[in-house]
Nanobody
């Protein structure tokens, strides 16, 4: 299993970014896919997830601004981030968790910095 994130970078407040997580060895019908983030000095937190059925869930801090989606044919999960704030700064990680909870996998992370 391999998860490879991309799309992070430096953006001004109010701007947008789209993160991608290209997967291999993961079937979206068997795995829930999530995006987490970790700010400096803080624990890793769940940002958004999309379960095996396509149902989505968001942290209160990003609801209405972020959108998680997946392209099954391309084995890719996306995180569209709009109206970014400085508090969104952190390393964003892609996570795949088997729906039975038997195993999970992480990507290497992609840095997102929101600053003027």
């Amino acid at each position: 299993v391999q998860l490879v994130e991309s799309g992070g970078g430096l953006v001004q407040p109010g701007g947008s970014l789209r993160l991608s997580c290209v997967t291999s060895g993961v079937s979206f019908s068997l795995y829930d896919m999530s995006w987490y983030r970790q700010a400096p000095g803080k624990p890793r937190e769940l940002v958004a997830d999309i379960d095996f059925s396509g149902r989505t869930n968001y942290a209160d801090s990003v609801a209405g601004r972020f959108s998680i989606s997946r392209d099954i044919a391309a084995n890719t999960v996306f995180l569209q981030m709009n109206n970014l704030k400085s508090s969104d700064t952190g390393v964003y990680y892609c996570n795949a968790r088997h729906l039975l909870g038997t195993e999970q996998f992480w990507g290497q992370g992609t840095q997102t910095t929101v600053s003027s």
